[in-house]
């Protein structure tokens, strides 16, 4: 007896997709391995290192926690949908890199999404508000010091590129 | 400009495919692989009575399930014990799978192989073991009772018991040293268990070709050559039939140094059987319980000293938990025991360790390894006798400096690469001064008082570290330039994030003369480099980083040969830049690399058009001689090996400015300051990272890590919710300064730099605290409730 199986649609990085999956399978699993969408990393499966965070209708949510059929008809972006629409990386990906804010680059999808969200609500963040706004990502690698500095120059680039000072 | 490129902060190359969601860690890889997953023991210390099984046959999906008994001989064997030592006289090492006994909660029993990882856990969840309980020993001090034992036929749970003892210059021994001494003092200091905690656990997936009868195994490790020795003689096949490769690494930290794992033999061995693919990725909980720890030591010092505060005789005895068993030997007691003398000339020393077995998970290198607790130890030691004496904590520690002038410098002891302990070089003088200068020492005591005016506690602490680096026997590297112009380096070792793709790309560029968006570097991949030794000790940019300038240097020469050759001119007179081989001040006569390349491998068919400079017909040649030459090779490439003949020593001193909270005990670290020696910088920005991260990680053993066992034995918290990783609202801002004295033990002039972060930090924040509070500290970590008793137990 194999489990049974729902099928569910998802809209992930701007493309419909359509699986099947047993209702415990998380999210995170789906998008991994049923979707081939390796980018979005586990490192706890239980809600606490924010290594597998993606944005859910823009929002962040921890895809470990989140079970593939609750989100049936949603929007899911990954680190693999980032990228601006011409395919360059967006400011948030190049202030990460020229910042020096990965080392082993296992955390770093959580952050990037998280990031994204955090600079499109916020897009002029203070240093207090960006340590909130990444006090849910663990990094083991950087001591968080260059993801700092990335998120405040991801915010300069973002200025830049819309004119503002 | 291609020349600048070593010493530049260059942007590392890894960066676009980890941004982008491009990298390729283990579970990445092998989508269709069957999983396994394992029965692991609930239980600190029990017999295995049965294994029944028949609950995870109903599960659909199941394709194998494995005890001990199953196992063909050399699989089921004991685990090697990787690095044996005269005194490690009862080494014991775990069975891949548990036989008769289990000795830590987490111990593998079983290995299920199913359709996924979900069914897998299912059937898992469905095995039942029999276990008889046995008494678990927990904790170093009920562990060396002896009472009760982890292994029947270890007595007193001794696994090893080492001296070393370094007299004074007079001749007095250290324990003499210290009964003559004008002061002594005697006290107990503690540390805790951590560990390295990657964020991407272990993992391995193996693939075997029944056509060629061959394997090859992916593992998370940070020693793929080391791991694919292991695994050919454990399966019983030819080295050459077996590859390994480390994919992208979610950091290491030590923890991944260990191997071969229980499941680095398994699932290669149930691959091959089954002729399926096999993968296991491990979840957090089980990296908690089944890979290792580190740091628990209870050491016992006595000291004695002059007025000055130097150091006459000192007298340490550490009993180091290492768990269960002891498959990495004994060398992180052994750091503990030779790093602890860090920048100090001491007049007599003799140190003393026992290594303890306990039904916990076992001990190995965790970044530092050793040398936080040494460092803990002898900078406590500093700030007792300054307080005894009513000194400035850095006068005693200039006290007992080592001299820039007394380079080479012998410490008397041998160190873990089983070599002497000689400090190449270093500046501690002047460190200790940048240091000062960097976080303000002199003016501190104004603001402290000025603090405490408005009832504010601030206190000021430092430390000093000396960390052997580059630790060999050796590395190798190949670089070879094909005839599209492009740089293609190796070497065997791995990277688990420390940007190796980039440096090694650096120092090949520079001494080929290329730029560097035509160097790609390979790490960990033995189809590529087959000799190494791996990724731990800071070693991997003085190993391998000398091994690539030693092999680029051979490509450049070889080239210069080709090229004068060429263009009709002394090889001494070219140069090369740009990919470029030129007379000097002769634009005209210049020739390609790529060109050299074709030239390098003569040919009889031509494949494109470049190519046919090279066939037969293709110019004028020496008839007397062979197209090539005896002694020669034909192509564009260079392999050469970095073999110290002992470590090189980095060294650095860290400061912090904490402040306590009256009332809640809450810790907080408002500054933090770094002065940094590795020797030559190959790019300050990576070295930099290295320094944030290991400060982080410090920080963490030093306020919030530990590893909470009951006397059960039970890890009682073994997940990120209990276990205290700081987050980014934990970490302070690290200022950093660096000092550069060149190692001349290596062509680069480079020591190493990943761990030294981490190192000094306990025994900084301790001094801090105990700055701020006027109350001893003599144990890490310190949480908030603990400073609370200590201040009610300390209060008049
Ligand atoms: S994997 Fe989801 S929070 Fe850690
Ligand atoms: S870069 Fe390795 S965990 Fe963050």
Known sequence: MGEKLHEIRLTVNGVPRETRVPGRRLLSDCLRHDLGLTGTHVGCEHGVCGCCTVLLDGEPVRSCLTFAVTVDGREITTVEGLREPDGSLSPVQRAFSESHALQCGFCTPGFLCTVTALLRDNPAPSDDEVVEGISGNLCRCTGYQNIVKAVHRASELMGEAEGRS | ?796
């Not at chain 2, 080479?408 to 270093?426: A, C, E, M, T, W």
């Not at chain 2, 240091?435 to 303000?440: A, M, T, W």
């Not at chain 2, 020797?679 to 919030?704: C, K, S, T």
């Open chain 2, 1 to 796: 400009m291609t020349t600048k490129l070593f010493g530049e902060p260059v942007q590392r190359r890894e960066d676009l495919r980890l941004i982008t969601g491009e990298g390729r860690y283990l579970d990445d890889l092998g989508k269709d692989a069957l999983a396994a997953a394992f029965v692991r023991s609930p239980h600190a210390h029990a017999r295995i009575r049965g294994i029944d099984v028949s609950g995870a046959l109903e599960v659909d999906g199941l394709v194998a399930v494995y005890t001990w008994e199953d196992l063909p001989e050399g699989v089921r064997d004991p685990l090697p014990l990787l690095i044996p030592h005269p005194a490690l006289t009862h080494g014991r090492t775990a069975y891949p799978l548990a036989r008769d006994v289990v000795r830590h909660v987490g111990e593998p029993v079983v290995m299920v192989v199913a359709r996924d990882r979900y069914l897998a856990e299912d059937a898992a969840a469905l095995i039942e073991v029999d276990y008889e309980f046995l008494k678990p020993v927990v904790g170093i001090e009920e562990a060396v009772q002896g009472v009760h034992l982890v292994h029947e036929d270890v007595p007193g749970n001794v696994g090893a018991h080492l001296v070393q003892e370094v007299p004074s210059p007079g001749g007095a021994g250290a324990r003499e040293a210290v009964d003559a001494a004008p002061h002594v003092l005697a006290f107990r200091l503690d540390i805790e268990r951590s560990a390295s905690t990657p964020l991407e656990g272990r993992g391995v997936y193996a693939r075997w070709d029944a056509d060629d009868r061959s394997l090859r195994v992916y593992s998370s490790t940070q020693t793929s050559t080391s791991v694919r020795m292991a695994v050919a003689a454990k399966l019983g096949l030819p080295l050459p039939s077996v590859e390994v490769i480390a994919p992208d690494v979610g950091g290491g930290f030590g923890v991944k140094i260990v191997h071969p794992w229980p499941e680095e033999v398994l699932v290669p061995w149930a691959a091959m059987l089954l002729g399926r693919e096999v993968k296991w990725a491990e979840d957090r909980r089980e990296h908690f319980i089944s890979s290792a720890h580190e740091r628990a030591q209870v050491q016992h010092v006595r000291v004695g000293f002059d007025d000055e505060g130097r150091v006459l005789g000192l007298d340490v005895t550490i009993l180091h938990d290492h768990g269960a068993y002891t498959p990495y030997g004994i060398i992180v007691p052994i750091i503990t025991a030779t790093q602890l003398l860090g920048p100090y000339r001491i007049g007599a020393y003799r140190v003393e360790f026992s290594s303890i077995y306990t039904n916990t998970v076992q001990v190995t290198p965790y970044r530092g390894a050793g040398r936080p607790q040494g460092v803990f130890c002898m900078e406590r030691t500093m700030d007792r006798i300054a307080a005894h004496l009513g000194l400035d904590r850095t006068a005693v520690r200039a006290a007992n400096f080592i001299q820039p002038g007394e380079f080479p410098y012998d410490q008397g002891l041998i160190f873990q690469d089983g070599r002497p302990l000689i400090y190449d070089s270093g500046d501690y003088p002047k460190s200790l001064s940048m240091l000062k200068e960097l976080i303000g020492w002199d003016a501190f005591p104004q603001a402290k008082e000025r603090a405490a005016a408005e009832g504010r506690r601030l206190g000021i602490g430092l430390a000093c570290y000396v960390e052997g680096t580059g630790v060999g026997p050796y590395e190798g590297g190949h670089v070879q330039v094909t005839s599209d112009g492009r740089v293609h380096v190796s070497t065997g070792l791995t990277s688990q994030g420390q940007g190796h793709e980039t440096v090694f790309a650096q120092i090949a560029a520079t001494e080929l003369g290329v730029p560097l968006d035509r160097v790609s570097v390979v790490t960990g991949d033995t189809r590529r480099f087959g000799y190494a030794v791996g990724t731990f000790a800071s070693r991997a940019a003085v190993m391998s980083g000398n091994a690539i300038a030693l092999a680029a240097r051979k490509v450049r020469d070889k080239a210069l040969r080709i090229a004068a050759e060429a263009l009709e001119a002394d090889p001494r007179d070219l140069e090369i830049e740009d990919g470029v081989v030129r007379v000097a001040g002769d634009p005209e006569a210049s020739i390609s690399l790529a060109t050299v390349a074709v030239l390098s491998n003569p040919l009889r068919y031509a494949f494109d058009e470049e190519a046919k400079r090279a066939t037969q017909f293709a110019g004028p040649a020496s008839m007397d001689r062979p197209p090539v030459e005896a002694g020669e090779e034909p192509g564009l490439e260079g392999r050469d090996y970095y073999s110290p003949v002992r470590s090189t020593f980095a060294s650095g001193m860290h400061a912090a400015i904490v402040e306590t909270d009256p009332d809640t005990a809450e810790i907080r670290i408002l500054r933090y300051a770094v002065v940094h020696d590795c020797g030559r910088l190959i790019n300050p920005m990576i070295v930099e990272g290295q320094i944030h991260g290991g400060v982080a990680q410090g920080v963490g053993g030093a306020l919030y890590e530990r590893m909470v066992y009951d006397g059960h034995g039970q890890l009682l918290n073994a997940s990120f919710m209990d276990f205290l990783m700081p987050y980014a609202t934990e970490i302070p801002f690290v200022e950093t300064a660096h000092l550069e004295t060149p190692s001349p033990l290596n062509p680069l002039g480079v020591k190493g730099a990943g761990e030294a972060g981490v190192i000094p930090v306990s025994a900084v924040i301790a001094a801090a605290v105990e700055d701020a509070e006027g109350i001893t500290v003599d144990r890490m970590p310190i949480s908030p409730s603990e400073l609370y008793e200590l201040r009610r137990a300390t209060a008049p």
